[in-house]
């Protein structure tokens, strides 16, 4: 399966709570990792957030260095796989459910 960033942009990949109880990220620190997730860049991230964009990048090292990543890429890889996990339990709990139902 090939996966381009258009993939990754175009839908929400994983509950950021996730993520964050995955690797420690504090409150303010989730809705970056989301915009990173959603291959989003830092000043429409800041924009969104209404936060300043040297405040998204702070949040993005410390994010970076919790999930012991060098960047966006990598930290968007990680919430892929973390999103392909999630689906497939999500179905795979769906599909035993109705085999009850």
């Known amino acids: 399966m090939l996966v381009t960033l258009d993939d990754i942009s175009s839908r929400t990949l994983i509950d950021a709570s996730i993520a964050g109880a995955m690797f420690g990220l504090t409150p303010s620190e989730l809705p970056v990792f989301q915009g990173v997730a ?11 957030l209404n936060i300043s964009v040297n405040t998204v990048r702070a949040h993005l090292r410390s994010i970076y260095a919790k999930m012991n990543v ?4 990598q930290a968007q890889r990680i919430a892929l796989s973390l999103s392909v996990h999630v689906q497939r339990k999500l179905h795979h709990s769906d599909s035993q459910s109705d085999l009850f139902n």
């Open 38 to 48: 959603d291959a989003v860049c830092p000043k429409e991230i800041s924009r969104t």
């Open 70 to 73: 060098s960047g966006a890429p």
